[in-house]
């Protein structure tokens, strides 16, 4: 209790009496944290001939409760929370399926590449008695059957197949009065339910309204909330040739939040007001149809792909068909065009902007902004050449790589406050543009090619050179002001690295002597050459500008020495030159030298 009353008064009497029964009742909850978990191995390798998959599942269930001030407690109630989140794992291994099959197994098990000296021997013994004996013929190769073991081997290139697909929820639930007994459940009332306690959600706030689990005060102002998160993500590895390795991968996440105010008018009885919807989404998405083509091109196709989907939105709504099919003309896109669905509506863009950087037909572009399957992106390693033996000599290692990624996103999405489900013909005052269902301040889609192309050799005298060439784009559109941004970039990569084989060094200590270490001395040198532009593209006017951009030079020089396990040096050299497109931007350039001294106290 606050203050400090004088003794035996009735305000001290009643401090005393409080903190007894505090002492004696333990104190009074402030929160409560529950978490349950469950987790299953899915047997499915245990049945005939699936030893191959495996699987798992996992359910984590969260109850947290938090008391309010003790003064405010009786008019806010408390906040009542809960989580829940449920993971299911599979992978396969195809190797093991294959090698059920003795067929199978022999063409797809990798060549060895050490012998035996016996078996070298013995092959070297009949190899010259073969040249001795120039009357036999050396046997014919069966190019069918060399055929037919490498199309199997292609058929069979599916390696390891991963998935995994996670879902989690939540609600917060303030204005809750009861406090938390045994397992999280009021023992009185049996209030907030088993499954809330456990992580599920079903009609939490009506149950609550209706078992009288929330304050009725008047001036109760906190929003009821809803949390909700999907994701899933694949792998896919192939081996269609020795040597060559491709990683297939693909992800979707989906984000949304719901939100609503409620609260209790002068009888008790319960009002909602506001909700409101939102969230996020990313998919990962292809572009490759478009990587190569000018911007400018791309540009006039999102324009002239704007009828076509506007026509297609329009012709899936019942009601724009029950009012006749009207036609208007539009001003900005020099046609005419469904009411409704002109060519700066914001579905209209959507849907063009997807089918002209995608590469996608207008007529056969999806019409749906939450895709559901996450198209692949990929990796690609190529170390086979090392084996040729014209190679061999000169080369230990030379590994030819590739990948390429690319990602479709809405950072913020939310329900139309403006939108009516009994009316979705309903148009912006002084417009012929409907309403949409959601509103977003802006899309991306972008794409990386890191490398497009990667070269890295190894010679046999310790000098390993490298190439790399980058491409990457990100086109952003903003549905505020209709505009596009488009950002480009280019980088070569040019490096070379040598390694001085056990360099010693003799070094003079304190006491008078020396100490000599000898070690391997690794130097890298990497030059780049990186050109960005971006430009700002305006739909509603029709015309392009470059808004920045710059060529960079980049000159980094390294030096990595070891003196012994725990501590090593390195010296490393910077240069980096910008040139700017721009006029009102300055060349700059940038110097960076210095050295480092790592020291590490575990062996």
Not at 148 to 167: E, G, H, I, M, P
Not at 349 to 364: H, R
Request: aromatic share 12%; proline share 4%; net charge neutral.
């Amino acid at each position: 209790p606050a203050g400090n009353p004088e003794r035996e008064t009735a305000e001290w009497n009643a401090n005393r009496d409080t903190i007894r029964d505090e002492l004696y009742g333990l104190g009074s909850m402030s929160r409560f944290n529950q978490t349950s978990k469950l987790n299953y191995t899915i047997p499915i390798n245990k049945l005939p001939l699936m030893d191959w998959v495996t699987s798992n599942a996992s359910y984590t269930g969260t109850y947290r409760w938090t008391a309010s001030s003790r003064a405010t407690q009786s008019i806010m109630g408390n906040l009542s929370e809960n989580e829940s989140s449920l993971q299911l794992n599979g992978n396969a291994d195809f190797t093991k399926l294959y090698n059920k099959v003795p067929y199978f197994k022999k063409i797809t098990a990798p060549k060895r590449n050490s012998r035996s000296n016996s078996r070298s021997n013995s092959r070297q013994a009949d190899k010259e008695t073969a040249v001795a004996d120039t009357t036999k013929k050396a046997p014919k190769n069966n190019y069918a059957k060399l055929i037919a073991d490498n199309t199997v081997r292609l058929l069979l290139s599916v390696k390891k197949v991963s998935f995994t697909y996670s879902q989690s929820s939540g609600v917060s639930l303030p204005g809750y009065i009861h406090e938390p007994d045994y397992l999280g459940i009021n023992s009185m009332t049996g209030a907030p339910g088993f499954g809330f306690i456990i992580g599920r959600n079903n009609n939490v706030l009506e149950n609550a309204i209706k078992g009288n689990w929330l304050t009725t005060d008047t001036t109760f102002n906190q929003a009821y909330s809803e949390r909700f998160n999907e994701t899933y993500s694949y792998k896919v590895t192939l081996e269609p040739f020795q040597d060559i390795k491709v990683d297939i991968s693909g992800n979707r996440s989906y984000v949304e939040n719901f939100s609503e105010y409620f609260r209790a008018d002068a009888n008790g009885t319960f009002h909602v007001y506001t909700p409101t919807n939102g969230g996020n989404f990313s998919i990962s998405h292809l572009m490759t149809a478009t990587s190569f083509i000018n911007g400018d091109e791309l540009f006039n196709n999102l324009l002239d792909y704007r009828q076509d989907i506007a026509m297609r939105l329009a012709s899936e709504n019942p009601y724009w068909l029950e009012m006749g099919s009207p036609m208007v003309y539009d001003s900005i896109g020099h046609g005419y065009y469904p009411l409704g669905y002109g060519a700066n509506s914001q579905e209209v863009l959507i849907y063009s902007f997807l089918a002209a950087y995608s590469g996608q037909d207008a007529n056969n572009v999806e019409l749906n902004m939450f895709r559901k399957f996450a198209l692949p992106n990929w990796s690609v390693n190529f170390s086979g050449l090392s084996k040729i033996p014209a190679l061999k000599k000169i080369f230990k290692t030379i590994n030819i790589t590739h990948s390429y990624k690319s990602t479709y996103s809405i950072s913020s999405w939310a329900t139309n406050l403006n939108y009516s489900e009994n009316d979705p013909m309903m148009m912006y005052e002084g417009t012929n543009l409907r309403v949409p269902k959601y509103d977003m301040a802006q899309m991306v889609i972008s794409e990386q090619y890191a490398p497009l192309i990667g070269i890295k050799l190894a010679f046999q005298n310790n000098f390993s050179p490298s190439l790399d060439f980058k491409k990457s784009r990100t086109v952003t559109i903003s549905f505020i002001n209709n505009q596009l941004t488009e950002s480009e970039g280019r980088e070569i990569v040019i490096g070379c690295g040598y390694t001085f084989k056990d360099l010693a060094l003799t070094f003079a200590t304190a006491g008078g002597g020396s100490t000599r270490a000898s070690n391997d001395l690794t130097m890298k040198l990497d030059i780049g050459f990186r050109k960005d532009i971006t430009t700002l593209r305006s739909v509603d006017e029709n015309y392009s500008q470059i808004s920045s951009g710059q060529n960079k030079i980049n000159i980094y020089l390294t030096a990595d020495y070891d003196f012994s396990e725990r501590l090593g040096m390195q010296a490393f050299f910077r240069h980096d030159v910008t040139d700017p497109y721009i006029a009102n931007s300055y060349k700059t350039s940038n110097t960076f030298a210095g050295v480092t001294l790592r020291f590490s106290l575990t062996q």
